[in-house]
């Protein structure tokens, strides 16, 4: 039996036995959805994800009520892009948005607008088909003073970076103001309100927290959340700590600090706390069986596995480690999604948009220009089986990385090539490119990766051939 066979029988026995075929009856009113994201978050600190210290029963809980991915990759490792290619199922060489916006470049001001407005997205889709769109959290796209993309309910950050918690600078009813409450519960406080509000009608909440946030000078100081004491004083060795990486840029002064680790746990947590707040709040409202919930972040977080911390913004050469692209991806919905289930599908957060507009029957609204290179996994999420090649591709700039289930191959317009197999080595510990008895894969993986950007990019956001960016390069 071949892996991809193995995956599959897993998959179908969970469903099998979990749900009915009356069960599978999808409701005929339109699906609600709720979408979480999280903002530098590794899959790897979760308890559903194999953590046994960060403390997240209620995304635990959301996970054992539905379907969780094992092997979600984001396609960059940083916020702007990662947002923009969830939204519009693009990469960055399609979108235009090859890095993070810094603090007025098109957030605010005289030249504000939203980076991805001339591309069908998910919230114009949603609002096109009758449903009340709202945004709570971290934007980061552009435009943030009023509602962009068919958002109608709006409250953001002015910016994308979070330097604090408390007294931190929001937009709300269209102006900037401090809010004084923890910003976390604050944004739970606004989804709530927006469930309460619009329960009687199809909805989408993009609930986009902007914790747990591994990064910044508050990783010096303890957390201040309820969840603080409880992790005062513990080591937390499910972060790794080592020897720093000769590439770590930036972040050297959290790498192996236990402040820092605790903070990271503690507002995971804090996170946490909000999850389980939105599903009570979405059962006591009588939502449950017709809500989509999906739980996602923007990208992954190292906090020591390989001597680094960050993502790929914070080494030189910018990097690719798998850290820094796997993501949690959760979906949920009683009665529709078997509760319990896991699927090792190779996915990448451009197969998002396509896969959700695929669930709920609309695939057709996403156009051909330009084509997403996204593939729909929609049938996974009923218990069908489906053909899957295993591969998912990243760009971080003039960085570009394929990863298959057995190796990764990274290119660099300028810099060193990296080769990694995944069997004998899952932490990209061991770099091989260039060994004479890998050069079969190594030629093999390169040119899937050419021909891969080869067919999608736009050739003005094309880096590698000459294009540019909506936004300033770390490498420029």
Same mark, same amino acid.
């Given at each position: 039996?071949?892996?991809?066979?193995?995956?599959?029988?897993?998959?179908?026995?969970?469903?099998?036995?979990?749900?009915?075929?009356?069960?599978?009856?999808?409701?005929?009113?339109?699906?609600?959805?709720?979408?979480?994201?999280?903002?530098?978050?590794?899959?790897?600190?979760?308890?559903?994800?194999?953590?046994?210290?960060?403390?997240?029963?209620?995304?635990?809980?959301?996970?054992?009520?539905?379907?969780?991915?094992?092997?979600?990759?984001?396609?960059?490792?940083?916020?702007?892009?990662?947002?923009?290619?969830?939204?519009?199922?693009?990469?960055?060489?399609?979108?235009?948005?090859?890095?993070?916006?810094?603090?007025?470049?098109?957030?605010?001001?005289?030249?504000?607008?939203?980076?991805?407005?001339?591309?069908?997205?998910?919230?114009?889709?949603?609002?096109?088909?009758?449903?009340?769109?709202?945004?709570?959290?971290?934007?980061?796209?552009?435009?943030?003073?009023?509602?962009?993309?068919?958002?109608?309910?709006?409250?953001?950050?002015?910016?994308?970076?979070?330097?604090?918690?408390?007294?931190?600078?929001?937009?709300?009813?269209?102006?900037?103001?401090?809010?004084?409450?923890?910003?976390?519960?604050?944004?739970?406080?606004?989804?709530?309100?927006?469930?309460?509000?619009?329960?009687?009608?199809?909805?989408?909440?993009?609930?986009?927290?902007?914790?747990?946030?591994?990064?910044?000078?508050?990783?010096?100081?303890?957390?201040?959340?309820?969840?603080?004491?409880?992790?005062?004083?513990?080591?937390?060795?499910?972060?790794?700590?080592?020897?720093?990486?000769?590439?770590?840029?930036?972040?050297?002064?959290?790498?192996?600090?236990?402040?820092?680790?605790?903070?990271?746990?503690? %507002?995971?947590?804090?996170? &946490?706390?909000? #999850?389980?707040?939105? @599903? !009570? =709040?979405?059962?006591?409202?009588?939502? $449950?069986?017709?809500?989509?919930?999906?739980?996602?972040?923007?990208?992954?977080?190292?906090?020591?596995?390989?001597?680094?911390?960050?993502?790929?913004?914070?080494?030189?050469?910018?990097?690719?480690?798998?850290?820094?692209?796997?993501?949690?991806?959760?979906?949920?919905?009683?009665?529709?999604?078997?509760?319990?289930?896991?699927?090792?599908?190779?996915?990448?957060?451009?197969?998002?948009?396509?896969?959700?507009?695929?669930?709920?029957?609309?695939?057709?609204?996403?156009?051909?220009?330009?084509?997403?290179?996204?593939?729909?996994?929609?049938?996974?999420?009923?218990? %069908?089986?489906?053909?899957? &090649?295993?591969? #998912?591709?990243?760009? @971080? !700039? =003039?960085?570009?990385?394929?990863?298959? $289930?057995?190796?990764?191959?990274?290119?660099?317009?300028?810099?060193?090539?990296?080769?990694?197999?995944?069997?004998?080595?899952?932490?990209?510990?061991?770099?091989?490119?260039?060994?004479?008895?890998?050069?079969?894969?190594?030629?093999?993986?390169?040119?899937?990766?050419?021909?891969?950007?080869?067919?999608?990019?736009?050739?003005?956001?094309?880096?590698?051939?000459?294009?540019?960016?909506?936004?300033?390069?770390?490498?420029?």
């Amino acid at each position: 039996m071949r892996k991809s066979d193995r995956r599959w029988a897993s998959v179908v026995v969970c469903w099998v036995a979990s749900l009915s075929a009356a069960e599978r009856i999808v409701a005929a009113e339109p699906t609600n959805v709720v979408l979480i994201m999280t903002d530098n978050h590794g899959a790897w600190t979760l308890g559903c994800y194999g953590n046994p210290e960060v403390r997240t029963p209620n995304i635990d809980r959301l996970a054992s009520e539905g379907l969780r991915f094992t092997r979600a990759f984001a396609s960059n490792a940083v916020c702007s892009p990662t947002r923009a290619t969830y939204l519009t199922g693009l990469l960055p060489s399609q979108h235009g948005v090859h890095c993070f916006l810094r603090a007025g470049e098109w957030q605010t001001g005289p030249e504000a607008r939203c980076t991805i407005a001339e591309f069908p997205n998910l919230s114009k889709i949603l609002a096109a088909r009758g449903y009340h769109c709202g945004l709570v959290g971290k934007w980061h796209l552009g435009g943030n003073m009023t509602p962009q993309e068919g958002f109608r309910d709006w409250v953001t950050m002015p910016h994308g970076a979070t330097s604090t918690f408390y007294n931190a600078e929001v937009i709300d009813e269209g102006r900037v103001r401090k809010e004084p409450k923890y910003l976390t519960d604050f944004w739970t406080d606004r989804a709530v309100s927006f469930l309460e509000q619009n329960h009687e009608r199809p909805f989408f909440l993009f609930l986009a927290y902007n914790g747990p946030y591994g990064l910044g000078k508050l990783l010096l100081e303890p957390s201040r959340n309820r969840h603080t004491e409880y992790y005062a004083g513990k080591l937390l060795l499910s972060f790794d700590r080592g020897v720093m990486h000769p590439w770590l840029f930036n972040n050297k002064e959290y790498l192996n600090n236990p402040v820092s680790i605790r903070r990271y746990a503690s %507002e995971i947590s804090g996170v &946490d706390d909000g #999850v389980g707040r939105v @599903m !009570e =709040t979405l059962g006591r409202l009588g939502l $449950d069986r017709n809500t989509l919930v999906v739980f996602c972040a923007d990208q992954g977080l190292m906090a020591g596995e390989n001597g680094i911390w960050g993502m790929g913004d914070h080494t030189r050469p910018l990097g690719a480690f798998d850290g820094m692209m796997q993501v949690p991806l959760i979906f949920r919905q009683p009665r529709a999604i078997a509760a319990g289930c896991t699927t090792d599908l190779l996915v990448s957060n451009y197969d998002f948009l396509p896969s959700l507009l695929g669930y709920l029957g609309i695939a057709g609204e996403l156009g051909e220009k330009p084509r997403s290179p996204g593939r729909d996994y929609a049938p996974v999420l009923r218990g %069908e089986k489906i053909d899957w &090649d295993p591969v #998912v591709f990243y760009e @971080m !700039e =003039t960085t570009r990385a394929v990863r298959t $289930d057995d190796w990764k191959y990274v290119d660099r317009l300028k810099g060193p090539g990296e080769l990694y197999d995944l069997r004998s080595d899952p932490h990209e510990k061991f770099n091989r490119f260039g060994q004479a008895g890998d050069r079969a894969v190594q030629a093999n993986l390169a040119e899937r990766l050419a021909h891969f950007f080869d067919t999608h990019a736009d050739p003005q956001y094309d880096l590698y051939h000459g294009g540019g960016s909506k936004t300033k390069l770390l490498s420029d």
